[in-house]
C-alpha cells in the first residue's frame, strides 16, 4: 500500500489559524494548528512520538500565549500580588484587618464581631486565591504592566522584562519535561531540544 506523505501548510495559513485560536478562541483552528506544528517537528526532530507532542504542546503555548503548567504558579503569584483584583483585595483586606484589630481591643464582649470579620477576610483571601488560579489557566498577561497601564512601571518590570507578558523560556519548557518524567541538564535540552523550538517558532510565528 502507497503512504501519501501529508504535506505542511503554507505559513500564511498557519498564520491565520494563530489568529483564529488566541483572538477568536476557534478550537477547530487550534486543533489544526497543533497538527501543522507536530508535523514540523517530524521534520526537525527524529525522536519518539512523546517527545515530538510535548515539543508540539510548547510551540503551540508559545505561538498562543497561553501559559505552560510549569509557569502556572508564578503566574498566580503576580496576580494575588499585582493588578485591579489584587489592589482592591489588599484594599479590602486592610480594612477588614484595621477593624479586627480595633475590635479585639475592646475585649470579649465583641466576639460575634471578631468572628464575623474573620470570616470575611479568609472569604476574601480565598476568593482573590480562586481569582489567581483561573487567571494562571487561560494567559499570560502580565499583571503587574497591566495595571500600571503603560506607565514607566512597565518598562522595567521585573516580572516580564517590559513585554507585558510572561513568556515561556527554556528553563520553563525544560520543567515542563521534568514533569512529563524526562529530566535533561540544561545544556542537553538546549542543544538537543530549545534550539529546535525557537526554531519551529522563528518559522510559524506572525511576522
Not at 501543522?36 to 500565549?65: F, G, K, M, Q, W
Not at 488560579?133 to 497591566?146: F, G, K
Not at 531540544?193 to 526554531?199: A, E, Q, V
Amino acid at each position: 500500500m502507497e503512504h501519501i506523505l501529508l504535506q505542511p501548510m503554507p505559513v500564511e495559513q498557519i498564520e491565520l489559524l494563530i489568529v483564529k485560536s488566541k483572538y477568536i478562541g476557534d478550537n477547530e483552528a487550534e486543533f489544526i494548528l497543533h497538527k501543522e506544528i507536530y508535523l514540523r517537528c517530524c521534520d526537525v526532530l527524529v525522536e519518539n512520538e512523546r517527545i515530538r507532542t510535548i515539543v508540539t504542546i510548547i510551540i503551540a503555548s508559545i505561538l498562543l500565549d497561553q501559559p505552560l503548567v510549569t509557569q502556572r504558579q508564578y503566574i498566580k503569584s503576580l496576580y494575588k500580588r499585582f493588578g485591579t483584583e489584587a489592589n482592591k483585595s489588599k484594599a479590602n483586606l486592610m480594612k477588614m484587618k484595621h477593624d479586627l484589630k480595633t475590635v479585639e481591643q475592646r475585649g470579649n464582649g465583641s466576639w460575634y464581631l471578631k468572628a464575623a470579620l474573620v470570616e470575611r477576610i479568609a472569604a476574601e483571601e480565598l476568593a482573590l486565591d480562586r481569582y489567581a488560579e483561573e487567571q494562571s489557566l487561560i494567559n499570560n498577561h502580565c499583571p503587574r504592566c497591566a495595571a500600571a497601564q503603560g506607565d514607566e512601571i512597565s518598562v522595567g518590570c521585573d516580572a516580564c522584562g517590559g513585554t507585558g507578558k510572561i513568556a515561556v523560556t527554556m528553563r520553563d519548557a525544560k520543567a515542563f519535561f521534568n514533569v512529563l518524567g524526562l529530566p535533561y541538564t540544561p545544556y542537553k535540552f538546549a542543544s538537543e531540544y530549545w534550539s529546535k523550538i525557537l526554531f519551529i517558532v522563528s518559522e510559524l510565528q506572525i511576522k
